[in-house]
């Protein structure tokens, strides 16, 4: 029975089945020896390498046996935080914070960006995210997004306001006034489009000029998802860039903030109160490493063109409205708005709709692929597609 459980984004009425699933396969849950494959691979793909890789478990919890915490309070930390941090400076140039949920991570970089100015002894007030964006579910993570069905319910940080992604109001909109601007590497909610490189230049530019804080949440795109292990574009150099979700490959979490060396020297010198019992999640930083150490033995990014090529032309094959893709996550128009009835008929195929971008339009499927190429995976996908849109 579920209904002692309160779920999140649910309503909690008890009038709605809840479909419980009695284990895991590598790519979902099973019940009553039914296979379904979750689409979004654990809420936006937490788990690119699936749901059984018991190398992750066995080697985080050898590891906890002798190191299971520490609190990172008064400068405390251990030889696998610093190794860590060594790595995604060597891999970024950048310094790292870390956290435990997406949302977390952005509202430090928010606190950042605020330190940032105050340290400057500049008064700014604003922060921007862009239209449809989704980057958490806290009070300023919500308020920064542009997920006005958040604000609608719970209302809005006064001082965060929402951008379009017409780059000339963008150029238009922000100034003195404003501390900083968050953008996804590419929004899953707002679409799935992908910005261009002269888009990207020109959003730099702009925040060069006025001195605000860029900060690239790159939460749904860390972890080999694009050809390299963070997904942003690093031609840009933003100020800060929040990662999580599949940074750990999953099996725990773990997000966090990358600081450039701009941020870092005007923000150190001052207490940064952001920090919490988990400060340094152990299982997630743990499990970072050994996703780095799977990528070396596996060479995950080497298999990238060939997944995403499979997944492109097996798409392509089908009779869809529209196909996007950044990475490995893919969006993929069908002509029947997602209704009760659709969603019905997913689960009969054995598809289980995660996340799917419902609030520009409901009729586009958001599907994130593995990172590794599995027969069985794909032609449960191609054998489900097929049906429904037949
Ligand atoms: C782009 C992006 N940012 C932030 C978040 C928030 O992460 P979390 O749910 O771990 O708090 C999410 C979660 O879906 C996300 O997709």
């Given at each position: 029975m579920s209904h002692r459980t309160f779920f999140p984004f649910?309503?909690?009425?008890?009038k709605q089945t809840s479909i419980l699933f009695d284990k895991m396969w590598t790519f979902g849950y099973v019940k009553n020896n039914k296979k379904y494959v979750d689409l979004s691979l654990g809420?936006?793909?937490?788990f690119p390498l699936g749901f059984t890789r018991k190398d992750f478990v066995q080697s985080v919890s050898e590891k906890l046996l002798e190191f299971?915490?520490?609190?990172?309070?008064?400068?405390t930390t251990n030889h696998q935080v610093t190794e860590l941090t060594e790595i995604f400076y060597e891999m970024t140039g950048y310094h790292s914070m870390f956290a435990v949920s997406g949302s977390d991570a952005v509202e430090a970089a928010i606190k950042m960006a605020d330190l940032y100015h105050l340290n400057k002894g500049q008064n700014r007030k604003y922060k921007f995210g862009f239209a449809d964006s989704y980057h958490g579910s806290t009070f300023m993570s919500s308020s920064i997004s542009g997920s006005t069905y958040m604000h609608q319910m719970?209302?809005?940080?006064?001082?965060c306001l929402t951008l379009s992604w017409d780059i000339n109001e963008v150029e238009k909109t922000?100034?003195?006034?404003?501390s900083c601007i968050i953008v996804e590497t590419c929004s899953w909610q707002a679409g799935l489009d992908t910005q261009t490189n002269e888009w990207w230049q020109r959003l730099k530019k702009i925040c060069e000029q006025y001195d605000i804080i860029l900060i690239i949440d790159d939460i749904a795109f860390t972890?080999?998802?694009?050809?390299?292990f963070f997904g942003y574009?690093?031609?840009?150099?933003?100020?800060i860039v929040c990662f999580g979700k599949a940074?750990?490959?999953?099996?725990f979490p773990l997000s966090g903030c990358l600081l450039s060396q701009k941020v870092k020297s005007h923000i150190?010198?001052?207490?940064?109160?952001h920090g919490f019992s988990?400060?340094?999640n152990m299982s997630g930083i743990l499990s970072a490493l050994y996703y780095l150490q799977v990528d070396k033995q596996e060479g995950l990014n080497d298999q990238y063109e060939f997944v995403k090529n499979k997944y492109s032309s097996m798409f392509k094959?089908?009779?869809?409205?529209s196909i996007k893709n950044h990475g490995l996550m893919f969006s993929l128009g069908l002509?029947?708005?997602?209704n009760k009835e659709l969603l019905n008929l997913f689960l009969d195929q054995g598809l289980y709709l995660?996340?799917?971008?419902?609030?520009?339009?409901?009729n586009n499927v958001l599907i994130q692929c593995p990172n590794v190429y599995d027969e069985e995976y794909a032609d449960k996908i191609f054998t489900g597609l097929s049906n429904i849109i037949k």
């Open positions: 649910s309503t909690n009425n008890n809420s936006c793909g937490c299971p915490f520490i609190s990172g309070d008064f400068k719970h209302g809005r940080q006064v001082d922000l100034n003195y006034d404003t972890g080999f998802k694009t050809g390299k574009n690093v031609e840009i150099n933003p100020d940074v750990s490959a999953g099996y150190e010198d001052h207490m940064f109160l988990y400060s340094f094959s089908l009779p869809l409205r002509e029947n708005t997602i995660g996340l799917w971008n419902q609030n520009l339009s409901k």
